[in-house]
Nanobody, 123 residues
Framework: QVQLVESGGGLVQTGGSLRLSCAAS????????MGWYRQAPGNERELVAV???????NYADSVKGRFTISRDNAKNTVYLQMNSLKPEDTAVYYC?????????????????WGQGTQVTVSS
């Protein structure tokens, strides 16, 4: 299958910045979309940002102008640059990736989640 490894979370003060990374590995044939979601205590998981293989992006209204998603197709890695962080950005951030992988000699669809990385913004 496809594994995702996230890094870059941590504790930061209001107005600070963090950069999250998520690297996909395994028998990957292609990756179509890579995205970031977050889940705060008591809340449902929500989309933060997504980027397609062609570079099209989509952001939650709450992060527009502050967060930037990017990807390195050669490294199967997606990044989330988070600037001007607010306490309400505090959550566990999850990477999600969709595409095709090799299952033996055939290709199959996959959708994988990372293990999550904690982002805490102090006021």
């Amino acid at each position: 299958q496809v594994q995702l490894v996230e890094s870059g979370g941590g504790l930061v003060q209001t107005g600070g910045s963090l950069r999250l990374s998520c690297a996909a590995s395994g028998s990957i044939f292609s990756i179509t979309a890579m995205g970031w979601y977050r889940q705060a205590p008591g809340n449902e998981r929500e989309l933060v940002a997504v980027i397609t293989s062609g570079g099209s992006t989509n952001y939650a209204d709450s992060v527009k102008g502050r967060f930037t998603i990017s990807r390195d197709n050669a490294k199967n890695t997606v990044y989330l640059q988070m600037n001007s962080l607010k306490p309400e950005d505090t959550a566990v951030y999850y990477c999600n990736t969709k595409g095709e992988y090799y299952r033996g000699s055939i290709r199959a669809l996959f959708a994988s989640w990372g293990q999550g990385t904690q982002v805490t913004v102090s006021s």
